[in-house]
């Protein structure tokens, strides 16, 4: 994660390989290797190995005891319990100015959070098009010397897409985030990713209510969270990755389990209490 050019993956592109075969019928282990790695021949234990390291933490497919692979069905809002769902944290560094004037994407970064714990990470710089506001490399460092070799968001999309999909998007002040992902996926002439979304400010907010700053810094010093990397996005991602992990043991505690309590519980309104009259 300390590099800042760090690009997605080279298993990014086995694995839509290996998706794509599974979304047409269900699969042997032994053809996806085949498949997707060219091992016709080789070592079924090796065969095996790599289809496995590939694909089990996937949360999209499922592995039969015969070693078939199929879609896995999903199970309803009020089934998935918070510990097996998988949120897409994410971060974004901009030049600037709002979404509607033209604001662009010039760093993106995504964490995944399954089960208590962050599960796979990545960043990219992104090449916006035009020149990086000076304010704006003063607060991240990032310089149009270091965004000029970088992908244009088109270049990242379909990987951008392929993490998104089936998770929830998480962001601190999720509406900013999104605002300026799915105008960057909408000028890219793609699909934009239909799913939930959790704002980890809302979500102190409900969960810490003695609380008044519920800014990430001052969040992050609340749970003692250490933040390398201020105002990158890999650094903020990650700082909000744990932030959630922390926010979701705190709605446990509650007694909220599943993903649906969830949306219920955050959009109860809280009780007031009454006031008491004097007594005379």
């Not at 190995?49 to 933490?57: G, H, I, Q, S, T």
């Not at 600037?96 to 089960?115: D, H, K, M």
């Not at 992990?245 to 649906?260: D, F, K, S």
Request: net charge positive; hydrophobic share 40%.
């Amino acid at each position: 994660m300390n590099d800042p050019g760090l690009r997605f993956s080279e298993s990014s592109s086995l694995v839509s390989h290996a998706l794509s075969l599974i979304e047409e019928r269900p699969q042997h282990t032994s053809k996806i290797a085949g498949r997707v790695f060219g091992l016709r021949n080789g070592p079924p234990g090796l065969a095996a190995r790599l289809v496995f390291e590939l694909l089990a933490e996937d949360h999209r497919v499922e592995v039969d005891g015969d070693g078939v692979w199929r879609l896995a069905t999903p199970p309803s809002k009020a089934e998935r319990r918070l510990d097996t769902v998988s949120f897409a944290v994410v971060d974004v560094e901009t030049t600037g100015i709002p979404v509607s004037s033209g604001g662009r994407i010039i760093e993106i970064a995504l964490a995944e959070v399954r089960g208590g714990a962050i599960r796979e990470e990545f960043t990219t710089l992104v090449n916006p098009d035009r020149p990086v506001p000076r304010w704006v490399s003063e607060l991240t460092g990032i310089s149009d010397e270091m965004v000029s070799d970088a992908p244009r968001f088109r270049d990242i999309c379909d990987d951008l897409k392929e993490k998104l999909e089936g998770r929830v998007f998480v962001a601190h002040n999720a509406a900013y985030d999104w605002a300026y992902v799915s105008a960057e996926i909408q000028r890219a002439r793609m699909m934009i990713p239909n799913g939930p979304r959790l704002c980890t400010v809302r979500l102190a907010r409900k969960a810490l209510p003695g609380l008044h700053r519920r800014g990430l810094d001052s969040l992050a010093r609340y749970y003692g969270i250490e933040i390398d990397g201020r105002h990158r996005a890999w650094g903020d991602a990650r700082a909000t990755a744990l932030l959630l992990i922390r926010l979701l043991a705190e709605v446990e505690r509650e007694g909220v389990e599943h993903w649906a309590e969830l949306q219920s519980w955050l959009s109860e309104r809280p009780k007031r209490r009454r006031r008491r009259r004097g007594i005379g």
